[in-house]
């Protein structure tokens, strides 16, 4: 038993010590003097990540992955790269929409419902609902929301309103 003791931490100690030499190397530089191209992350996940990082309306994923079978690989590999210049317009345009001033006419539920229809309909990304802030309950007024914290909650629901809105101008042209 103490033998296997001495074992287990022999192994542990020699896992830790491992040095950073260790590593695989990184690739070597073609032939041409061009640096060789390293993996990069997806460019249809870094189009949603830009679309969720407007944190405006719920950002699911791409619309089905096609028609692949879970588990193709392949198949969904070249969806996504026949998919990835359709989304990655899709967020150009919508985050340059976003930096813009909001709208402030017309933001009813009904409208802002028609936008995020109008988005779907595009079948470029699929979208879910608003995001919507929700003033939360505090014990200084005797446990239920603030009229101050209610008055911050519906300002930022209307600037996303408003931002959704120039979205949904500037990808439909």
């Known amino acids: 038993m103490t033998q296997l003791k001495a074992f287990a931490v ?9 040095h ?3 590593r695989a190397p ?15 992350l997806n460019t249809v ?3 949603l990540a830009r679309l969720r990082g407007l944190d405006i309306f719920e950002v699911v994923g791409i619309p ?6 879970a588990g193709d690989t392949v198949c ?23 930096a813009q001033p909001p709208a402030i006419d017309g933001l009813s539920d009904a409208v802002t419902e ?12 699929t979208i879910g609902q608003l995001i919507v802030d929700q003033p939360r309950n505090n014990p200084n007024c005797y446990n239920l ?11 930022i629901n209307r600037d996303r309103a408003g931002r959704l809105a120039n979205i949904a101008v500037a990808v439909k042209q």
Request: hydrophobic share 40%; net charge negative; proline share 11%.
């Open 20 to 22: 950073v030499s260790d």
């Open 64 to 69: 089905e992955d096609g028609n692949c079978y």
């Open 10 to 18: 022999a192994g542990f100690l020699a896992g830790c010590s491992a």
């Open 45 to 47: 996940e870094l189009s």
């Open 114 to 125: 028609a936008n995020l229809d109008a988005l779907r309909k595009l079948n470029v990304v």
């Open 145 to 155: 929301p603030c009229p101050g914290d209610k008055q911050t909650a519906d300002a």
């Open 76 to 98: 969904i590999a070249g969806f996504r790269a026949a998919a990835a210049p359709r989304v990655a317009s899709f967020a150009d345009a919508a985050v340059g929409a976003a």
């Open 26 to 40: 990184s690739p070597a530089p073609s032939p041409t003097g061009t640096p060789t191209p390293q993996p990069t």
